[in-house]
């Protein structure tokens, strides 16, 4: 690992959870001009229309954008060379509402992709990580007449005064569009030779949050858990690369674009559908999108009441399949039933599991606490629930380093979900995966974590967790060029999901890919600015490159965001020591010894602070107790650049001889 950093894996720090949270179109706050007000503005290669909340190429192409997109940029523009900060941005266009930073992040990513933008050497928006994330327009704006403005390059039915429009006014504003630099037929085709899959690569397909028709009552789990169950029932496809849920999850709200998110998701299909609770009354509409021909394949209605949820995901699953299979033909079989065989019947238990995913998150001790409750909770109601056994164990899993517990006490009761989750369902790849974990992390029985991670691929090629376990096991016992084009695969099932893209930015690192691995850890950034796996990954990169001092303040920022977590103090000890700081080092060493006496430290950070001060017999010491517990981090024993002042060791030599990973 470069610049000494070890970075835990994806069931410690797995993707943030983007919260549904966002406004009504109507309620977005008109922002406070700082340049004085005019009808349009120019800048760069773009014309921005106020009164028609309209982005346009200057040639008049124009550039589809939601009305929270328009609004950033319409602030950003009137404020163009100032400093704005991100609490003054999530005011502005969040009036009166708490909403995740994540939804800002979102917002700036997407702005960024409508111009074209550039995270490094940006010509728009630029981003002042320094004292918390600011941002600057940067791009020279000036103010245009009313007569510059062009006539609408949409049809007048494409967008009523709110900024809403309806599915045929989308597809219409989509088509016209595209008229405007060649005919609407030779753009489609030129948009579907650019999304189509390559014959025999699988077909992309994302399912959103179902929107809610009424902002006021809404049911925010049932609209992700919707997209959740649909996800589990259409991963069955063969030849169907599905996106995750954590994925898709950002897309949640009034305001979600099916079409931006399938070029976001990079899809050539997209399920979205809108739903309204009254009382145990559901309706919902679904449809099937082609998102290169911007027109909808299937779509229906539903009206059921709230126990019949299930045979309306079934119905969807089904409808969505049919219209698919005939892509999908000659790569497997059909399933016979889009019913999920690892799912419940039940509503009370099915409630209950979606929000115990949803506080399992934040991967926080006591989210993770209460996320094992109601897993409990939904298994005391249906014992049979095969899902809910695996995500009870993946809970647990993430204890290891959300709540940096003792190791048996995470894993084996991890394990004994993980067996009653493959009794009820001895295919379930979540299942596989979660038991490849267990031989991965705690036993350290590489050949068989390997074949659990494969045979839970073989399952499901959806399980981003099975390629990630698989990538990293490769990559930690010397196999990175394998290991790396696995990680990349559950990045791009799971392509807005900070901790997959801050590991591919550090095995891209360790090959020398330094350009690539830099953009990947800025997307990381990008989709949560607070991420501390990402701000230590960085605190790494910067010491590689000789910029120490940098290197310091970023694991600093680490330690700060990482919330009790031991690792960032251990790596901030090991840059002040090589720095000659030795006694501020010490000081951290003093910290963690203090700590132990109170709750479990884990040895290897210990043993790091020793390695370098260079008490190596201390730093072995610590190590040894690591092998006994089973410390998790072991595991990068072999390729941990730490322990670069312990190789010549033989009790060093031995243990990694010990964990069989000396060959």
């Keep these: 690992m470069p610049g000494a ?21 109507s309620s977005l706050k008109k922002v406070e001009p ?87 050497d940006s010509r728009y928006i630029q981003t002042v990580p320094r004292r918390g994330f600011r941002f600057r327009f940067v791009a020279a704006v000036s103010p245009c007449n009313e007569a510059d403005i062009a006539p609408a390059a949409l049809p007048a039915t ?70 959740d169950s649909l996800i589990a029932r259409l991963s069955r496809l063969p030849g169907l690369t599905v996106r995750s849920v954590g994925s898709v999850r950002r897309f949640a709200g009034p305001d979600q674009d099916p079409l931006l998110a399938a070029r976001e998701l990079r899809v050539q299909w997209v399920v979205d559908g809108s739903l309204q609770r009254r009382a145990n009354q559901l309706r919902v509409t679904a449809r099937l999108l082609s998102a290169p021909e911007g027109t909808a394949a299937w779509s229906g209605s539903f009206d059921e009441r709230a126990e019949g949820v299930f045979e309306m995901q079934d119905a969807i699953a089904e409808r ?18 889009m019913k999920d065989p690892a799912g419940t019947r039940n509503a009370d238990a099915y409630q209950l599991y979606l929000a ?25 109601i249906d014992e049979s629930y095969a899902l809910a056994y695996a ?37 379930l790849a979540e299942a596989h995966a979660g038991l490849a974990w267990v031989r991965f992390w705690f036993d350290f029985d590489w050949p068989a974590a390997e074949r659990g991670f494969r045979q839970a691929i073989d399952f499901s090629p959806n399980v981003a967790e099975a390629w990630l376990g698989l990538g990293l096991l490769l990559s930690s016992t010397g196999r990175g060029d394998e290991g790396l084009r696995h990680v990349r695969t559950a990045r791009e099932l799971d392509p807005m999901s900070q901790i997959l893209n801050t590991l591919e930015a550090v095995l891209l690192f360790d090959l020398g890919a330094q350009q690539e691995a830099e953009l ?74 203090a700590l132990e006496k109170s709750r479990y430290v884990p040895p290897t950070s210990v043993a790091a602070v020793h390695a370098a001060l260079g008490d190596l017999g201390a730093a072995l010491d610590a190590l040894e107790r690591a092998w006994h ?35």
């Design 320 to 337: 969505v399949a049919g219209v698919l299979v005939a892509r999908l033909s000659g790569r497997g079989l059909f399933p016979a039933s």
């Design 391 to 427: 995500g009870l164990a993946e809970t647990y899993r993430r204890m290891i380093f959300g709540a940096e517990l003792v190791p048996s006490d995470v894993f084996e009761p991890a394990r004994i979900a993980i067996g009653r989750a493959l009794t009820l369902q001895p295919a």
């Design 158 to 227: 494409a967008e009523s005064p709110h900024g809403s429009r309806s599915a045929a006014a989308r597809r219409r504003s989509v088509l016209a569009g595209f008229a405007l630099a060649a005919s609407a037929a030779g753009a489609a085709l030129w948009w579907r030779h650019r999304t189509a899959p390559a014959p025999g690569a699988p077909i992309g397909l994302a399912v959103l949050p179902f929107k809610p028709l009424v902002i006021e009552g809404r049911d925010e789990l049932l609209e992700i858990g919707m997209a």
């Design 520 to 593: 990947r850890l800025q997307r990381a950034l990008e989709i949560d600015p607070d991420f501390w796996v990402a701000h230590l990954t960085r605190a790494g990169f910067l010491w590689a490159a000789q910029q120490r001092e940098q290197a310091v303040e970023a694991a600093r920022r680490s330690e700060v965001l990482a919330d009790g977590s031991t690792q960032p103090a251990a790596v901030l000890a090991t840059f002040l020591a090589r720095l000659g700081r030795r006694d501020e080092a010490a000081q951290v060493l003093e910290r963690l010894v």
């Design 34 to 120: 700082v340049m004085p007000a005019a009808q349009c503005y120019t800048f760069g290669d773009f014309v921005l229309e106020r009164a028609q909340q309209r982005l346009r190429h200057r040639d008049g192409r124009p550039i589809t954008l939601t009305p929270r997109l328009f609004n950033t940029l319409l602030l950003f523009v009137e404020r163009a060379g100032e400093l704005v900060d991100k609490d003054t941005l999530m005011r502005e266009l969040w009036p009166g509402l708490v909403v995740e930073e994540n939804n800002l992040s979102q917002v700036i990513s997407g702005l960024r992709r409508a111009l074209g933008d550039e995270t490094q």
């Design 629 to 663: 517990v089973r410390d998790t981090r072991l595991v990068y024993l072999r390729v941990d650049g730490r322990w670069a002042g312990l190789r010549a060791e033989p009790r060093f030599a031995a243990l990694l001889r010990r964990m069989k990973l000396d060959s």
């Design 356 to 380: 115990a995913r949803q506080h399992a998150q934040g991967i926080r001790a006591a989210g993770l606490k209460k996320s094992a409750e109601l897993y409990n909770k939904a298994l005391a």
């Design 5 to 25: 950093v070890c970075i835990p894996t994806l069931a410690q720090w797995p993707a943030q959870v983007c919260e549904a949270l966002a406004a009504s179109e």
